[in-house]
């Protein structure tokens, strides 16, 4: 887990801070936003950079409610949310990049890798984005509830729901 950012340092606009920052969340940035887009997509390098950007304009209006990390992400799901009702959206789906994201040892064959892959794209958005957070990106509950602005205690709802959706459909158990 990284290390909390100095915010002073941040608000200053410190370029060290700020390397730092990119640095520390450059990689998890990019997971979430690609497996938002639903795969690797042309514009995720943009979309995290804006990101970043948005972050560096916005720092003097961060309150601390929430780890920078947790707000960071929210920048990211926003600004994609934004590209995706831009209308110039096209997407790629990338078959591999959840076992990149993941790692290697998230399964052990490649049927294994694609099973869950489409066990996680079945998912409801909502659901789908609360799993990569915890699960892809260690991310607690509080931290999600920020992220995606709804209380814990659905976080932690949407997670279990998801759970379950997944093990029936890798044929781990039924749904209930």
Not at 84 to 91: A, E, F, L, N
Not at 128 to 141: A, D, K, T
Not at 155 to 169: N, P, T
Request: with cysteine.
């Amino acid at each position: 887990m990284p290390v909390e950012p100095d915010l002073e340092r941040l608000r200053a606009r410190d370029p060290s801070a700020w390397e730092d920052l990119v640095a520390a969340h450059h990689k998890p940035l990019t997971q979430l936003v690609c497996r938002s887009l639903g795969g690797w997509h042309e514009d995720v390098r943009d979309i995290v950079q804006d990101s970043f950007l948005k972050a560096y304009r916005g720092i003097g209006e961060f309150r601390g409610e929430s780890s920078v990390r947790a707000w960071l992400f929210r920048i990211a799901l926003n600004t994609c949310h934004d590209h995706h009702w831009s209308g110039w959206r096209q997407r790629v789906v990338l078959y591999d990049a959840l076992p990149e994201m993941a790692g290697d040892d998230l399964a052990e064959s490649v049927a294994e890798r694609v099973g869950l892959r489409s066990a996680l794209d079945a998912l409801p958005e909502e659901e789908r984005v609360c799993v990569e957070m915890r699960f892809l990106q260690g991310l607690s509950g509080k931290e999600i509830a920020k992220a995606v602005g709804r209380k814990e205690s659905a976080v932690w709802w949407q997670i279990h729901s998801a759970l379950k959706r997944m093990r029936a459909a890798l044929g781990d158990g039924e749904p209930r």
